[in-house]
């Protein structure tokens, strides 16, 4: 069974850091593409960050380039989000995604989504 | 950046009904398109990628639609389920990946 078990988030002060972590299990971690997607509060969906199931490509939201940085540990099947410099317009809910497509290589994806974790509240007020 | 837009904002069925959902592109993305459902204080769940395919474990009561910047999603009869907000997103060219505003099926 798939899972993605987040942690990190919790209530940081305008310009403070914060570090997001999705643990995946039940497949091949390195196989496939990861991302971040976000939800501000009563608000839609928004893509923050992919990064390729080798680590070799990153993509960013231009919201966010700059300022978060997507990293991944095949070895320990983690995923992470190091957000620097946050604002209030970065309140949300973040979930870590898995991309659908399979690559042995860890260089192909698709850029849809078909397990998510159960999000993880970051709040960023003084 | 290509722009999703979807209508209604909000859909109102009966259980047992038929929804139609509509989601625009502004330029096409030819098939790459996924939609997902998201209930309250869930994260969203993958039902149609590919604008037709069904997501492993989805009923087929769920049907999508569509090609270049023109795409539906059809559920036959609403379960109670289904009451939720659905979410278009095109994956064809990005980054950025985008995603429509949502719209919000509830009970009649």
């Known amino acids: 069974e798939v899972q993605l078990l987040e942690s990190g988030g919790g209530l940081v002060q305008p310009g403070g850091s914060l570090r997001l972590s999705c643990a995946g299990s039940?497949?091949?971690?390195?196989?496939?593409?990861m991302a971040w997607v976000r939800q501000a509060p009563g608000k839609g969906l928004e893509w923050v960050s992919t990064?390729?199931?080798?680590?070799?490509?990153?993509y960013y939201a231009d919201s966010v380039k700059g300022r978060f940085t997507i990293s991944r540990d095949n070895s320990k099947n983690t995923l992470y989000l190091q957000m620097n410099s946050l604002r209030a317009d970065d309140t949300a809910v973040y979930y870590c995604?898995?991309?659908?497509?399979?690559?042995?290589?860890?260089?192909?994806?698709?850029?849809?989504?078909?397990?998510w974790g159960q999000g993880n509240l970051v709040t960023v007020s003084s | 950046e290509i722009v999703m837009t979807q209508s209604p904002a909000t859909l109102s069925v009966s259980p047992g009904e038929r929804a139609t959902l509509s989601c625009r592109a502004s330029?096409?993305?030819?098939?790459?398109l996924a939609w997902y459902r998201q209930k309250p204080g869930q994260a969203p769940r993958l039902l149609i990628y590919g604008a037709s395919t069904r997501a492993t474990g989805i009923p087929a009561r769920f049907g999508g639609s569509g090609s270049g910047t023109e795409f539906t999603l059809t559920i036959s009869s609403l379960q109670s389920e289904d009451f939720a907000v659905y979410y278009c997103?095109?994956?064809?060219?990005?980054?950025?990946?985008?995603f429509g505003g949502g719209t919000k099926v509830e009970i009649k």
């Open positions: 997103q095109q994956y064809y060219n990005w980054p950025p990946l985008t």
């Open positions: 990064i390729s199931g080798n680590g070799g490509s990153r």
């Open positions: 039940g497949f091949t971690f390195s196989s496939y593409a």
């Open positions: 330029q096409s993305v030819s098939t790459k």
């Open positions: 995604a898995k991309d659908l497509h399979y690559d042995s290589s860890g260089y192909y994806y698709e850029g849809c989504f078909d397990y």
